[in-house]
């Protein structure tokens, strides 16, 4: 059976609700300073959005490990191979409804959970903006806004989190012209800034990767895709035409299956990379 049959037959065995966020590390004593804001994003506002974060949720906590460890030996592997700089990760879906910002908003998270390690959250879906919204930052300046305006400063926009280590950057204000934003040098400069950054993961949470071209856009720029799958209801062919547009154009891809119901002995089977 191939990988992408193992993947999409998963649906056979039931869809699990969203799960909750990880618990996550509270801020430090030496949190960075506000960069003007009156205070800090508070990711708990995402509840809203069925994102909630319960402390005691251990199962997901196991989950998310398991998922960013491979993750995270490719980044660093790439950076420290000298081959790029590894750090930019784009986590896009097939579909609408796959659940790629949970991934993304619950994966910076943990990453950011890690020992020497900063996460910069980007809401690089700039139609639908739900992370964006979630947070309650719809209406700040952001990705956008950055593109578009050389004035701006990429540090001026990064929003701190009331989690240490993880800043978020809002998908900024609605343009005919996101695509050619994304696709434009303004956001090689972008990306190539906060690659040269040491210890460095940056999310950027994407529209899907079928439905429109901004998505294609920023897999040409980014070291490595996440694919998010739903169990149940990602068919083998919107999977065979993702991936053969991604790799097509060179991307380094793995795969995730969402919304599936496994233990913990089996969740590691969940994560595929191509």
């Not at 919107?238 to 919304?259: D, F, H, R, Y």
């Amino acid at each position: 059976m191939s990988i992408i049959e193992k993947a999409v037959g998963k649906a056979g065995r039931g869809a699990r609700p969203a799960a909750q966020p990880p618990a996550v590390r509270p801020p430090g004593p030496e949190s960075r300073p506000q960069a003007g804001r009156e205070h800090a994003v508070e990711l708990a506002q995402a509840s809203d959005y069925d994102m909630r974060q319960f402390a005691g949720a251990e199962q997901l906590q196991r989950e998310f490990r398991f998922l960013k460890r491979p993750l995270l030996a490719r980044v660093f592997g790439l950076s420290r191979s000298g081959a790029k700089p590894g750090g930019l990760v784009m986590i896009t879906s097939c579909m609408p409804q796959a659940g790629k910002t949970f991934i993304s908003f619950n994966l910076a998270q943990s990453i950011a959970a890690e020992q020497m390690t900063s996460v910069v959250l980007i809401d690089a879906d700039p139609i639908r903006r739900r992370l964006s919204e979630a947070l309650g930052e719809q209406e700040r300046p952001g990705l956008t806004d950055l593109l578009a305006d050389d004035s701006l400063s990429l540090d001026e926009l990064l929003a701190d989190t009331d989690l240490d280590s993880l800043q978020f950057l809002p998908a900024g204000s609605r343009r005919a012209d996101a695509t050619e934003l994304l696709a434009g040098r303004r956001m090689d400069d972008v990306l190539a800034d906060l690659s040269r950054r040491p210890d460095l993961v940056v999310l950027l949470d994407s529209p899907p990767v079928l439905l429109t071209s901004e998505a294609r856009a920023l897999a040409e720029k980014i070291d490595h895709v996440v694919l998010v799958l739903a169990a149940g209801e990602t068919g083998a062919a919107e999977l065979n035409e993702a991936l053969q547009m991604l790799t097509g154009i060179g991307a380094s891809v793995s795969v995730v299956l969402n919304k599936a119901r496994v233990d913990s002995r089996r969740y590691r089977q969940e994560y595929y990379e191509y």
